[in-house]
């Protein structure tokens, strides 16, 4: 079946602008989680959707950033007034409700490569 | 504060060699252990993963030795292969808390 979705694959923005990005998950994931990977860099944990729960909000850096997710699909990550630090690959995974022997085994999209000028 | 520390940064292996990266943990709440494999333009993938009751998992060339007592956990790549080059990252878990964190990855190069 289809993996993780990302788009765009590529985003180059001049400083101050506003950014979307978006993340498909696998059908029937329930849980979906963002992360930023900064160069050379291991991955960040921004925040975490489960179901219908409130989100787990704890890695988003600062207040420009935000997340939006539709239900258990799709999900949008926006980065208001852009700095030259937000430059990154930011990744998005989903993965299945119930924890057990598999637990939390993240399935991540190809990311989306943000560039800001 | 960085939580899951992670060695060495880059590492070159001749074929057939074994390759062996290391991570260290801080937080003793962490209960799963996972590795992930990473190629350019991709998003990493899970390759193995351990939890903290055993000493050593195996699948196939790939390994994971854990160490309770020391906080330490690491990964043998037996008879690397050009293949298996790409960026390991190695992650840690805790309870019912859903996001994992990173090392800072190990970028493994295998000549042919």
């Known amino acids: 079946g289809a993996g993780v979705s990302q788009s765009p694959s590529n985003k180059v923005t001049e400083k101050g602008k506003d950014v979307e990005l978006r993340c498909d998950p696998i059908?029937?994931?329930?849980?979906l989680y963002w992360y930023r990977q900064r160069l050379g860099q291991g991955l960040e944990f921004l925040i975490y959707f489960q179901g219908n729960s409130a989100p787990d909000k704890s890695g988003l850096p600062s207040d420009r950033f935000s997340a939006e997710r539709t239900g258990e699909s799709v999900s949008t990550l926006t980065i208001q007034r852009t700095q030259q630090e937000d430059s990154a690959v930011y990744l998005c995974a989903s993965s299945l409700p119930e924890a057990g022997v598999t637990k939390n085994i993240q399935y991540f999209g190809a990311g989306t490569r943000l560039s800001v000028l | 504060q960085q939580q899951v520390k992670q060695s060495p940064q880059s590492l070159i292996v001749q074929k057939g060699g074994i390759s062996i990266i290391n991570c260290a943990y801080e937080n003793t709440a962490f209960d799963y252990f996972p590795w992930y494999q990473q190629f350019p333009g991709k998003g990493p993938a899970l390759l193995i993963a351990?939890?903290?009751?055993?000493s050593e998992k195996k699948e196939g060339r790939f390994t994971i030795s854990f160490n309770k007592s020391a906080k330490q956990f690491s990964l043998h790549i037996m008879d690397s292969q050009p293949g298996d080059s790409a960026t390991y990252f190695c992650?840690?878990?805790?309870?019912?808390?859903?996001?994992?964190?990173f090392g800072s990855g190990t970028q493994l190069t295998v000549l042919p």
């Open positions: 059908s029937g994931h329930t849980a």
């Open positions: 992650a840690a878990n805790k309870g019912s808390a859903r996001q994992l964190t």
């Open positions: 351990i939890r903290p009751d055993v």
